[in-house]
């Protein structure tokens, strides 16, 4: 997904759970902030959409220690949470190897442009209006360019 870069600073981000059992940095800002409404997003996170704020994948460094577990949502895409307050923490998806996808809510502070574009929208929850001013993607692919 392209988007312009999604920060107004170039900082660390700190990327942490609820409880605070999990925390990264990312060294690196992230390429893309977008809101994704298909319907994976959006039963996963109980929400209209999710916030995505995708980072290069060497960006967050890994020990494997930390106290993950992971739900394989289809065969290419993996989210991984908190083991001790479930929180989601990020996502790999195999169609995109270089890239960590992380809900902008685990991310600390406010160092974030607003997001950058509006995926999925065929899929969007009926209830909710996006409105003006962001580019929007659809169709069946949920990546093609659509009328704002």
Known sequence: MSGSTATTSSTVFSIRCYCGAVTLQA?????SFVNCR?????????????????FAREAIPLSGNEPLTAFKVSDKVT???????????????GRLPKILGVPAGAIEGSSL???????????KAAWYDIGVGQPRFGGESGVQPLAS
Do not use: E, I, K, M
Not at 113 to 123: I, L, N, T
């Open 27 to 31: 060294n690196a800002a992230p390429g």
């Open 38 to 54: 298909c319907g994976q997003c959006r039963r996963l996170s109980g929400a209209a959409f999710t916030s995505w704020a995708s």
């Open 79 to 93: 989210r991984h949470f908190c083991r001790v307050c479930g929180s989601h923490v990020f996502t790999f998806d």
């Open 113 to 123: 442009a607003p997001p950058s574009a509006h995926y999925f929208v065929d899929h």
